[in-house]
Structure formats: C-alpha cells, structure tokens
C-alpha cells in the first residue's frame, strides 16, 4: 500500500505546475498558494476532535445510566412541584 502512494506523489510531483495550484496562484499570489486547503484541514481536525468527544461522552453515559437516573430525576422534581 505504501509503495502505491509513493508512486503516486511521485506522478504528482511531475504533474505542470499549471495543474496542480489554483488560478490565484498561477497568477503570483503567493499567499493562496501556501494556504490553499487550510481552512478545510482545520474544520475537518474540529469536526473530528468533537465527534471524538461526544463518543465519549455517550459511551461513558451509556456504561454508567447516568441519562436515566437524570431523567428520573427531572421527572420526579416536576411531578413533586406539580403537587
């Protein structure tokens, strides 16, 4: 599996330069050409890192039924202050 992505950063290198950056770039802007892609790495790292979070924040509510006891909990309040 490496060697297949050796070879093809490989084709990619060799590919004109025309190919591979965006049309700010061609045209000299220097700063899209060393950012371009950033933003999307960076909701893509946030959106794992919370997906990471909350799996563990269910896996760990699952384990303990702390939900249950809450909704017990809330449940009960709201029928006692109802009497």
């Keep these: 599996m490496s060697s297949v992505l050796v070879h093809l950063q490989f084709l990619l ?3 004109p330069a025309r190919l591979t950056t965006s049309t700010s770039a061609v045209r000299g802007d220097a700063r899209a050409r060393g950012d371009r892609g950033q933003t ?3 909701y893509a790292l946030v959106l794992l890192g919370a997906a990471a979070i909350a ?3 269910v896996t760990w509510a699952t384990k ?3 939900i249950s ?3 017990d ?3 009960g309040h709201v029928i006692g202050s109802v009497r």
């Design 55 to 57: 799996m563990l924040v």
């Design 40 to 42: 999307t790495a960076e």
């Design 69 to 71: 006891k809450l909704f």
């Design 64 to 66: 303990t039924d702390v």
């Design 73 to 75: 909990f809330v449940v």
């Design 13 to 15: 290198a060799r590919l």
